[in-house]
């Protein structure tokens, strides 16, 4: 079509884009790095560049907030899918978010989803282990699949939260992390750039900076429970 420009709004994307051209530029809003996409934050080497979607740093942030939300909890489920991020990513994830779990003394169950058949699954093994809370982990497949997973929270009445604030539009309890709406609208600085004659390769990538903290109270209400003053004074965005 001879495009000027392609923009991949996941890592998926991203990747399929890279193996159908070397030459176009391509902009996504989800750059693993380092990565077969990008060598390098400063300097991505190739023809991809754009922004890094989350920092594995915020599963344990989001842990946090989950038991400051709700304290007392002692058996926190974390879902989480294998193969969602880089391999790099993924450990880097696992390893932070065991290190929270610690320092919080909280006691953690890895629990698995491929696809969207295994969600049912994993909430029925939340309740074998007898969690009483669970942190979603970053995921793609998670995200496309976010009412079903919140449906999923209601029914087993299980506080949980979430690495983007579209979970709690959609009743989930809370979320910590990027706003992914504002994310996809700053990629279209890079197109611009782009159009005006910069090379994806000089491009450094973007991490973020700001996060948000949302809360809903509605949700809370359903599942019987309070959340911290503390938190909800803390709280970017509360839903009442």
């Known amino acids: 079509m001879k495009l000027d420009v392609i923009v991949a709004p996941s890592t998926v994307a991203a990747f399929a884009a890279q193996q159908a051209t070397a030459t176009v530029p391509i902009v996504s809003t989800a750059v693993p790095v380092p990565s077969k996409l990008a060598a390098s ?11 890094a979607f989350f920092s594995p740093e915020l599963v344990g942030k989001c842990l946090e907030q989950l038991i400051e939300a709700v304290p007392g909890r002692s058996r926190v489920a974390v879902l989480w899918q294998p193969g969602g991020q880089g391999e790099r990513t993924e450990k880097d994830m696992l390893t932070r978010v065991g290190a929270a779990g610690q320092a919080l003394a909280v006691r ?18 939340m309740t074998r282990v007898r969690a009483d809370a669970v942190t979603v982990l970053p995921s793609n497949m998670f995200f496309n699949e976010r009412r079903r997973l919140v449906d999923l929270t209601a029914k087993y009445r299980l506080p949980a939260v979430y690495p983007w604030r579209d979970f709690v539009d959609a009743r989930g309890l ?21 159009l005006k004659g910069a090379k994806p390769a000089d491009l450094p990538i973007e991490q973020p900076t700001t996060f948000e ?28």
Do not use: M
Request: aromatic share 6%.
């Open 41 to 51: 934050l400063a300097q991505p080497g190739g023809n991809v560049t754009g922004l």
């Open 108 to 125: 953690l169950h890895f629990v698995e989803a491929r696809g969207p058949q295994d969600l049912g699954r994993a909430f029925s093994d």
């Open 174 to 194: 809370l979320s910590y992390g990027l706003n992914v709406a504002a994310l996809h609208r700053r990629a279209a600085v890079y197109v611009d750039r782009i």
């Open 213 to 240: 903290l949302i809360i809903n109270l509605k949700t809370a209400t359903a599942l019987g429970i309070t959340i911290a003053p503390s938190l909800v004074s803390r709280a970017d965005q509360v839903i009442e």
